[in-house]
């Protein structure tokens, strides 16, 4: 069993900041990527960032030069630094993990929950 849960949405304002976090836990053996993706109202899914175990990041134009995307490998914990909101960001957003279980060596893809993001005055 794996869980990814995800925390820190809320209501901000244009400009203000916020921190999301996203935590794997279960039977784990290694994972290879944690990324956010994020989803508004008629619209497609889509990735805003990505970092793996080396710490290597890909982030969506969009969000280049305000969001950060880090991890502590030791915890399985991702964050994702949000400065400088603006209310296209508006949206709720998915953490995705790509893993490898512990014990069966079973590659797969998790999905947390999603946490809301919502920007306004």
């Known amino acids: 069993q794996v869980q990814v849960v995800e925390s820190g949405g809320g209501l901000v304002q244009p400009g203000g900041s916020l921190r999301l976090s996203c935590a794997a836990s279960?039977?784990?053996?290694?994972?290879?990527?944690m990324g956010w993706y994020r989803q508004a109202p008629g619209k497609q899914r889509e990735l805003v960032a990505q970092?793996?175990?080396?710490?290597?990041?890909h982030y969506v134009d969009s969000v280049k030069g305000r969001f950060t995307i880090s991890k502590n490998n030791a915890n399985n914990i991702a964050f994702l630094d949000m400065n400088n909101l603006k209310i296209d960001d508006t949206a709720a957003y998915y953490c995705?993990?790509?893993?490898?279980?512990?014990?069966?060596?079973?590659?797969?893809?998790?999905w947390g929950q999603g946490t809301q993001v919502t920007v306004s005055s």
């Open positions: 995705r993990v790509e893993l490898t279980m512990r014990g069966t060596n079973r590659w797969l893809v998790k």
């Open positions: 279960g039977d784990i053996f290694r994972i290879d990527t």
């Open positions: 970092i793996t175990t080396g710490g290597i990041t």
